[in-house]
T-cell receptor, first 114, second 115 residues
Framework: AQSVTQLGSHVSVSEGALVLLRCNYS??????LFWYVQYPNQGLQLLLK??????LVKGINGFEAEFKKSETSFHLTKPSAHMSDAAEYFC????????????FGSGTKLNVKP | DAGVTQSPTHLIKTRGQQVTLRCSPK?????VSWYQQALGQGPQFIFQ???????QRGNFPDRFSGHQFPNYSSELNVNALLLGDSALYLC??????????????FGEGSRLTVL
C-alpha cells in the first residue's frame, strides 16, 4: 500500500531563512512524486513534480525537491523564505500505472516570521 | 484557458439532506477525480470518472456517487448527509493516456458544512 508521511504539521521560519519541509513515502514501485501548495480557502496548486529523469527538480517560486530513492524521501526546500510562502504544503504520490489516483500526506503549515 | 471550476463554493446543509457538487475540468482534459479534504487533513481520493464511467473508487460509502457528462463535466452527489461529511470537496482533472503529464489540476473546491 502507498502512504505519505510529512514530518511536522507546523513549521515556522524567519523571513530569509532556509525552508525545509520533509516528506517520506512508502510505495511498492517507484512512484511519481509531487508537492502542492494550498493558500487559505483555495484549492491546490502544483509546486513541482518528479516523474522520471533528474532527481533534483525545480519548481515555481524558488522551491526545489530531491528524490532520494534509498531514503524514500522527497523533501522540499527553498533557500530563502518570503512572507508570501506562508501556506500549507502537501506532498503526494501516484503510481505510474495508476497516475490519476493520488495519495496525500497530512500537510505541513509553514509560518514565516518577519 | 479556464482552469478547473467548481460550484458552489460554499454551502450549508443539515443532517440527512442530499447535496450535489459540480465540476468543469480544464480545457482538453477528459478525466475527473474527486477528493475530500477534512479540516486539518490531506485530500482523500473519493472516485474517478473517465468516459462517463466510474473507473476507480476510494474507501467511501455508497452514499457518495457521481456522474460524468459527455462534455467531461462531473457531479458529486452525497446522500443522507452526516456531520462527518463536512469538508472541502476538491475536483481534479487530467488528460488520459499518453497526454497525461503526471499532475492533477485542482479546482478551488466546494466547502460543505453539515449542521
Amino acid at each position: 500500500a502507498q502512504s505519505v508521511t510529512q514530518l511536522g504539521s507546523h513549521v515556522s521560519v524567519s523571513e530569509g531563512a532556509l525552508v525545509l519541509l520533509r516528506c517520506n513515502y512508502s510505495s511498492s514501485v517507484p512512484p511519481y512524486l509531487f508537492w502542492y501548495v494550498q493558500y487559505p480557502n483555495q484549492g491546490l496548486q502544483l509546486l513541482l513534480k518528479y516523474t522520471t529523469g533528474a532527481t533534483l527538480v525545480k519548481g515555481i517560486n524558488g522551491f526545489e525537491a530531491e528524490f532520494k530513492k534509498s531514503e524514500t524521501s522527497f523533501h522540499l526546500t527553498k533557500p530563502s523564505a518570503h512572507m508570501s510562502d506562508a501556506a500549507e504544503y502537501f506532498c503526494a504520490v501516484s503510481l505510474p500505472y495508476n497516475f490519476n489516483k493520488f495519495y496525500f500526506g497530512s500537510g505541513t503549515k509553514l509560518n514565516v516570521k518577519p | 484557458d479556464a482552469g478547473v471550476t467548481q460550484s458552489p463554493t460554499h454551502l450549508i446543509k443539515t443532517r440527512g439532506q442530499q447535496v450535489t457538487l459540480r465540476c468543469s475540468p480544464k480545457s482538453g482534459h477528459d478525466t475527473v477525480s474527486w477528493y475530500q479534504q477534512a479540516l486539518g487533513q490531506g485530500p482523500q481520493f473519493i472516485f474517478q470518472y473517465y468516459e462517463e464511467e466510474e473507473r476507480q473508487r476510494g474507501n467511501f460509502p455508497d452514499r457518495f456517487s457521481g456522474h460524468q457528462f459527455p462534455n467531461y463535466s462531473s457531479e458529486l452527489n452525497v446522500n443522507a448527509l452526516l456531520l462527518g461529511d463536512s469538508a472541502l470537496y476538491l475536483c481534479a482533472s487530467s488528460s488520459s493516456g499518453q497526454l497525461h503529464t503526471g499532475e492533477l489540476f485542482f479546482g478551488e473546491g466546494s466547502r460543505l458544512t453539515v449542521l
